[in-house]
């Protein structure tokens, strides 16, 4: 299984002059150090890979030894697209991938492990929140429907953690395609859903730490709770 970190954007709102994945924690480590050392607990370190875009040479220096993927296009495109870049490389293997600001306790994979040798492409959720400019989703017959910021009466948050099997690889590929260069890769997953049939599970891992910085008011609570 490849492990894929998406860490291309520009980060504007948390407002950094350097890659948000880089943004210290009150324990000293960055959000990504922390990422990579929780990894590394479950899997290979070596098959982590990094979709880089926005002044990559920062993080590239202070990772030395990760792959890396590079969107040119960072400025002009979202996560559809730097997860497509990712996904074509890796289209025969299975592939586990998060955004690049997820602060996370690692014991969630206690969990997301048996749906990886499984197989079963999913969503990582949390049912114990549903805030507005969160990414949300909705169920029909047990798995994801809708998956967008904008779904109605959402079940939970999506919260940026996620896994497609290379059983369902060529099918989410095609999607990601037919996203417009803004959209999110959550686009795609719901696209596959829709149009190809794709079944994709919603596995709650609400009992464990696991948030997304986008706002300096994330990485306040982050740091509180972490």
């Known amino acids: 299984m490849k492990i894929v970190i998406l860490a291309a954007g520009i980060g504007s709102r948390l407002g950094n002059p350097f890659p948000k994945p880089l943004t210290p924690l009150r324990g000293g480590k960055s959000i990504m150090e922390k990422q990579i050392e ?9 098959d982590i890979s990094v979709v880089v875009g926005f002044k990559k040479d920062l993080i590239m220096e202070r990772f030395p030894d990760l792959a890396y993927i590079y969107n040119p296009y960072f400025d002009a495109t979202n996560t559809s697209k730097s997860l497509l ?16 600001d997820v602060i996370f306790d690692s014991k969630l994979f206690t969990v997301l492990q048996q749906e990886i040798e499984d197989k079963n492409s999913f969503v ?19 798995y994801i429907n809708e998956l967008s910021k904008q779904v109605k009466n959402g079940l939970g948050e999506a919260v940026g953690i996620n896994f497609i099997s290379k059983n369902d690889m060529s099918s989410f590929i095609d999607q990601l395609e037919n996203c417009d260069d803004n959209d999110y890769f959550e686009r795609g997953i719901e696209l596959a859903v829709q149009e190809n049939g794709l079944k994709i599970k919603a ?9 997304e910085v986008d706002f300096k008011e994330d990485l306040e609570e982050a740091n509180n709770i972490f």
């Open 38 to 46: 929780n990894l590394s607990k479950y899997f290979n370190p070596h």
């Open 85 to 100: 870049k990712a996904l074509k490389k890796y289209r025969n293997e299975d592939v586990l991938w998060l955004n690049g």
């Open 124 to 142: 990582s959720v949390n049912t114990s929140r549903v805030a507005e400019e969160e990414v949300k989703y909705t169920l029909s017959a047990g």
């Open 203 to 211: 596995v709650d891992i609400s009992r464990f730490r696991c948030m």
